[in-house]
Nanobody, 124 residues
Framework: QVQLVESGGGLVQAGGSLRLSCAAS????????MGWFRQAPGKEREFVAD????????YYADSVKGRFTISRDNAKNTVYLQMNSLKPEDTAVYYC?????????????????WGQGTQVTVSS
């Protein structure tokens, strides 16, 4: 079965950086687009970033564009989210997900498998 395991979350001061990792198993990773979402307390889960299987095309939410970078290593079945210039409003549980083939990025219903999430807390 498909498993996604996120890691790399933690507590960081505003302006700092973190790199999240998501290790995938149980699927042909190199053929799947991958996404990152986040959910802050009391808010709905929202799209953060997405990367096509080839890594040639990426998508970002406006709120993270220029600060976050999504990447992948198909040899390691891992997708990353490098987060720089972190702000308190980036505090959330971050989830990685597998996007269904031929579907559009950003729309949550197009992501069929989800990890358990990793907590990111940014202090002011």
């Amino acid at each position: 079965q498909v498993q996604l395991v996120e890691s790399g979350g933690g507590l960081v001061q505003a302006g700092g950086s973190l790199r999240l990792s998501c290790a995938a198993s149980g699927l042909t990773f190199s053929r799947n687009a991958m996404g990152w979402f986040r959910q802050a307390p009391g808010k709905e889960r929202e799209f953060v970033a997405d990367i096509e299987w080839s890594a040639l095309i990426t998508y970002y939410a406006d709120s993270v564009k220029g600060r976050f970078t999504i990447s992948r290593d198909n040899a390691k079945n891992t997708v990353y989210l490098q987060m720089n210039s972190l702000k308190p409003e980036d505090t959330a549980v971050y989830y990685c997900a597998v996007r269904s083939s031929l579907s559009i990025a950003r729309t949550q219903s197009n992501y069929r498998y989800w990890g358990q999430g990793t907590q990111v807390t940014v202090s002011s």
